[in-house]
């Protein structure tokens, strides 16, 4: 692959040198020696590995290759762009729903009876916390059982930007907005998916994938949290 677009030879490096994740590099000094750039140079590009998600630094261990993960490097954008208001959430979630109705078939078929186990295993405990006293949201359920469904998928880009969309999702505290009868019909619609799952009638599950994001009315305008 060329590698003309990629700027940082700090990368480059790492790339040249085939460094799989887990494996320690040599530090900044052996670098710079070795590529004739300077150190501040190198730490600059560093720190932008790091906020990648690309390198880490931990004492002892000097600087580590880790593997790669789309949604570290998405995610800040996101929430940048959230909140200067520049983006949307609808626009995030209109992306969302692309990847999920267009990589269904080609991940459910993908998913053992363990997983299916799994997906039942959360519809039990969203109605254990909807029909408690007091009752509540099952935000993680809500997160997992989407993320279940895609988790066999081999490609990190469709995984990164699905994590990436429900972390912006949780920050935007849209549960809030939503009454109690709405996440009464959208895990309604989950039983019914899982079901379909279940007997392998995929096409009958993308149908209520559809129907189900149907049900998500136009979001109010909100300050997205962040720490």
Not at 146 to 169: C, E, K, M
């Amino acid at each position: 692959m060329q590698l003309t677009k990629l700027e940082s030879p700090f990368l480059k490096y790492i790339i040249a040198k085939q460094f799989a994740p887990g494996e320690r590099l040599p530090t900044l000094n052996e670098i710079s020696d070795e590529l004739g750039v300077s150190i501040g140079k190198l730490r600059e590009q560093l720190e932008v590995a790091r906020s990648l998600g690309l390198v880490s630094v931990r004492p002892r261990l000097g600087i580590q290759r880790e593997v790669f993960d789309f949604n570290q490097i998405v995610l800040e954008g996101m929430l940048f762009s959230l909140a200067t208001e520049e983006t949307s959430f609808k626009q995030v979630s209109q992306l969302r729903q692309v990847i999920e109705i267009g990589f269904w078939h080609k991940a459910v078929v993908l998913l053992t009876s363990a997983d299916k186990e799994q997906l039942r295993t959360l519809i039990a405990q969203a109605w254990l916390k909807l029909r408690g006293e007091p009752a509540h949201i099952p935000n993680s359920e809500h997160r997992a059982f989407h993320l279940t469904i895609y988790s066999r998928l081999d490609n990190p880009f469709v995984q990164g930007l699905l994590s990436a969309y429900w972390d912006a999702y949780d920050a935007s505290e849209l549960t809030r907005f939503a009454s109690y009868d709405y996440w009464i019909r959208v895990w309604t619609y989950h039983e019914r998916i899982v079901a379909a799952l279940c007997d392998n009638n995929f096409d009958a599950g993308l149908i209520l994938l559809q129907e189900h994001f149907a049900l998500l009315r136009p979001l109010p305008t909100i300050d997205v949290v962040y720490e």
